[in-house]
């Protein structure tokens, strides 16, 4: 009888644990070098979350990168909508040090983050964080 108790206990601890993961991903980030054309660095899969803020950093030493979002409401479509919003504008220059923040109102199925050096032949370095969570 003791032994079908705790078996039971075991699967209740990992139902709870799984719901947990599936409802928030979050300390995710990418750090990386960006070329002179538009590069992908972040394709987002919106469809399941609700709420996603993303940070965009240039730490790079001395040179500014350019960054654009694009918003998609078909995950496999090829309508593709620069996002905008009160405080990020459709393309977007970082300087060093300068963070650029997301915070989506709009529903999209994905969501592409793209970056580029402002100045070709001078590479910037960018950093991109993430977290998003389903309604609760």
Same mark, same amino acid.
């Given at each position: 009888m003791k032994k079908v108790y705790i078996l039971l206990m075991v699967v209740l601890l990992s139902?709870?644990? &799984?719901?947990?993961e599936i409802n928030w991903l979050e300390d995710q980030k990418l750090t990386t070098?960006?070329?002179? =054309?538009y590069v992908t660095y &972040?394709? &987002?899969d919106m469809r399941q979350w609700q709420h996603v803020s993303v940070l965009i950093k240039? /730490? *790079?030493a001395a040179n500014s990168i350019t960054v654009q /979002?694009?918003?998609?409401t078909?995950? *496999?479509? *090829?309508? =593709?909508?620069?996002?905008s919003s009160t405080n990020w504008s459709a393309e977007q220059a970082l300087t060093t040090g300068q963070i650029g923040e997301? @915070?989506?109102t709009?529903?999209? =199925? @994905? /969501?592409v983050i793209q970056a580029k050096a402002t100045v070709g032949g001078s590479q910037g370095d960018i950093l991109i964080e993430w977290i998003a969570r389903k309604e609760d």
């Amino acid at each position: 009888m003791k032994k079908v108790y705790i078996l039971l206990m075991v699967v209740l601890l990992s139902t709870t644990t &799984l719901f947990c993961e599936i409802n928030w991903l979050e300390d995710q980030k990418l750090t990386t070098e960006t070329t002179n =054309a538009y590069v992908t660095y &972040l394709t &987002l899969d919106m469809r399941q979350w609700q709420h996603v803020s993303v940070l965009i950093k240039n /730490v *790079d030493a001395a040179n500014s990168i350019t960054v654009q /979002v694009l918003g998609y409401t078909n995950f *496999d479509g *090829d309508i =593709a909508n620069p996002i905008s919003s009160t405080n990020w504008s459709a393309e977007q220059a970082l300087t060093t040090g300068q963070i650029g923040e997301l @915070k989506f109102t709009t529903n999209w =199925a @994905k /969501v592409v983050i793209q970056a580029k050096a402002t100045v070709g032949g001078s590479q910037g370095d960018i950093l991109i964080e993430w977290i998003a969570r389903k309604e609760d």
